[in-house]
């Protein structure tokens, strides 16, 4: 019998041109479908209505990542048995039996990314009083790469701003975000935490019929996806196992990027000992 199955996905974005398919690139959704298909979960992706919560740029990373489709074998549609076929950097940790009519992307009623950016020369009082001036709806058409015809009104409904250690977090949710919206934010964020702009200018720029200004995305690789939320409540199955499974992985990710800040350390000569050289 088919059923419509939602999965949570997470992914290290690093190695991938984003979450959306595209010909001839490694993408997240890329691929999902080729294991989906190699166990004759669906036939492709169009047939099985196969639906996402929403696209994330190449480099993005992510926890909660929503997808959906149809399938005569849901006995299969489950995370441990798609991760087998799965590369180590994309697992699915959560499923669920949803409605034949939901949507992930058009049924969502809020969606979180966490942005972590390094550095310590910036005023964190600034960043946080700045940040308040970015909750509730606004015009963000200074803070996207716009879409043709998409309107760029959106609401914010909540930003939290934390250090630990070096790293600064922003967590940021909204009802929904335009392409780029995020990493603009948090460059607009930094350029005042730094002493560049005032909340003056940033009031500017939320009222893009007046003021118009370009600025260029934070990184890629310091944004994660953290969740999407419904109105309409979904009865999520959490698979431990393939939790477990990928917080091993990801401690050994862990140590290797330890021993590379180490190494990169080591790259450079030693100034006093290279001029004695």
Excluded at 165 to 191: E, N, P
């Amino acid at each position: 019998m088919k059923k419509r199955m939602a999965l949570k996905l997470a992914y290290i974005g690093t190695e991938y041109h984003g979450s959306q398919v595209q010909p001839e690139l490694p993408t997240i959704e890329g691929e999902l479908f080729k294991s989906l298909k190699n166990l004759e979960i669906i036939d492709d992706p169009k047939s099985a209505n196969f639906v996402s919560s929403g696209r994330t740029d190449t480099g993005v990373h992510s926890l909660g990542q929503v997808v959906t489709f149809d399938t005569d074998n849901p006995r299969l549609a489950v995370p441990r048995v798609i991760n087998s076929q799965l590369p180590e950097s994309i697992w699915a940790w959560a499923y669920a039996v949803v409605p034949d009519e939901f949507n992930p992307r058009h049924g969502a009623f809020s969606r979180r990314y966490l942005y972590i950016m390094s550095g310590e020369e910036y005023d964190i009082s600034r960043i946080r009083t700045a940040s308040k001036y970015l909750i509730g709806t606004h015009d963000f058409a200074n803070f996207c790469t716009p879409v043709k015809g998409k309107s760029t009104v959106r609401t914010v409904q909540r930003i939290n701003i934390r250090v630990k250690g070096t790293l600064t977090l922003i967590d940021i949710q909204a009802d929904s975000f335009l392409w780029k919206m995020v990493r603009k934010i948090v460059t607009a964020l930094m350029m005042v935490g730094y002493g560049t702009r005032d909340t003056e200018w940033l009031e500017q720029m939320l009222n893009p019929e007046y003021y118009e200004e370009g600025i260029e995305p934070a990184p890629s690789y310091g944004l994660i996806l953290k969740d999407v939320d419904y109105l309409q409540p979904i009865e999520w199955e959490v698979d431990d196992y393939s939790i477990q499974k990928a917080r091993n992985q990801l401690h050994q990710h862990l140590i290797r990027y330890r021993v590379m800040a180490e190494v990169l350390e080591h790259l450079v000569p030693q100034e006093k000992r290279y001029h004695e050289l």
